[in-house]
């Protein structure tokens, strides 16, 4: 009997483990909760009846003990230094100037981090089990947490076992003696807003910021308090090497995954600086969006070699460098909140305040995103909220101040009509955003001829907002179509507008017609369809007729092209099925709109070696920029991709290729020189 309950116990502890990873990790839980609970408690009942099995690691063992007398002091066994910063894109590129020149000319590869604005902690790992847990304090030593950190159940108290098949309950990882890894013990913005809420309750002190409410429960002695406020942590580092075999950043990230431990957000290898920006550019672009606090991303050398050859300097390690954004704050009176209709019916709210100066800016208005973002952060009407501003990016709310409310807050109440037109909205399955669901919507409309007149799409210049407000008030435009029809007379007469600049108008729309298929696919407005995957499906069929016919016949025709995929295909596919859409094209066609790609299809037929063959550019070419390259080659008939994959024909490799010489030669795709593309082509250059 005895036997059979320690078996059970075993059974239960390993199903509860693995049931935490698929949450906490995979971030796909297969149970629901209150099934979890159900098998926590039979754990718990089982343990109290057959206390001679409870062990340290057990997850009944969350909050353990009672509250301990004070912090000891414990000494890192390898320091944990800090990294060097910057604020600016130079210096970012001086810094992959010097790792190039310490590295003597071996290419360096980049992983890219989200930093983590939370409180720096080390966990050490015996066996397989959570025996230590200490924060960084001075670098040198630190304090023993170990009771709070048992508390934070992204943290596993006993590892995985790196078992290839995830779909099976983890075993006891026992191979390890010791692991040591290093990471960040943040709080969300929701539990942030759901613990000031109860201490604004309790009229106790409120948390100023995540790190505050983060840094605060760390020190709190009772570790079952601590655990009430749902503390999370993302590894990015390993503290005492040789705990994992691995030879790059990105295999300790993944073997750390594996034995289900979270890992910071991070990119994949990049290997220009380049990619880097770009990439560290559209993660900042969406941080304020993202439930945990950042203040920027960390930029490493991914190959452990290289770091050992780079070292460290007194202060800093050499191959890792973050890059911050600057952050600036003030607290202003939100005085309304009104809701914005985009091109494609997204409802975006927007918060109306008291005018407050930030950096310099004076700020009345500023992003809340969405519904979900109103309700997790609590914010209401009358609320004094905390605004941020991140470099060039448009300011957004933080917080509310929830110590200064008096009572005659009002909660806001998302829109369930379009505020424009007055029709239903909808929200997308699955996702965030709210829609008015009215097509004919005159918000829509306008943000929709905006977008079909800028640079990018049919470039009509001239046509800019002041304009699209009177054309569409004044009922003179009520489609896209309407815009090749506009006549002098028409425009004329109305605001800041004479006959001259009416005929210069017109002059331009007429130009505009001729601008070719990518321009219109992109001046469209289909969902998911932006200039770069316009352009692929421009050079794939050359006509808008093929295309839709393709689209119709089979929509998975579409999604076989490189850099296009299923999101997509789907997208075009509905726009050409929807009476509006063919509409569209039909009258696009009769006001003598190009809606072919006549250079391709000229390109193509005198140049046989490129038709329909995908090439990649990589690495630093002797005559041309990236961009000059891939321009010739749609030119010449070819489609050009960012990725190497089994559809790739050719990769063009100059100087300093990286990994993607290295993908092309493990899928066996032919490698060319930037020569052997002019011995292709018959000649250097092709007026660019």
Known sequence: MTGSVKERIENLRRTIEYHNYRYYIEANPELADFEFDRLLDELKNLEKEHPEFVTPESPTQRVGGGPIAGFRQVRHEVPMLSIDNTYNEAEVREFDLRIRRLLGG???RYIVEHKIDGVSASLVYESGVLTLGVTRGDGTQGDDITHNLRTVRDIPLRLRANATDASSPPGILEIMETLEIRGEIYMTHTELSRLNRIQTEKQERVFANCRNAAAGSLKLLDPRECGRRNLRFFAHSEGRPGG??????????????NSGIPVVPHSPPFCSIDEVLDYCREMLEVRETLDY??????IKIDDFEQRRRLGTTAKFPRWVIAYKVELWQAEAELLDIRVQVGKTGVLTPVAELRTVEIAGTKVSRASLHNADEIARKDIRIGDHVIVEKAGKIIPHVVRAEFEKRTGNEKPYEFPAQCPVCGENVGRDEGGVYIRCLNPSCPAQLKERLAFFASRPA?????????????LVDKKIVNSLTDIFALSVDQLKDLDRMSEKSARKIVGRIETSKGRGLTRVLTALGIRHVGEGTARLLAEEFGNIHILAAASMERVERIAEITGVGDIVAKSVHDFFETHAGMETIQAFEAQGVCMTEETHKRASENHPKFTGKTFVVTGTMKNFSRHEMETLIRRLGGKTSSSVSKKTDFVIAGADPGSKLEKARTLGVEVISEDAFNTMKGYLHHGI
């Open 106 to 108: 071996d290419a360096p």
């Open 458 to 470: 049919m470039d009509i210049e001239g046509m800019g907002p002041a304009l699209i407000d009177q």
């Open 293 to 298: 606090e950042t203040d920027g991303m960390v």
């Open 244 to 257: 994992f075999d691995a030879a790059s950043h990105t295999v300790f990230f993944e073997k750390t995954r």
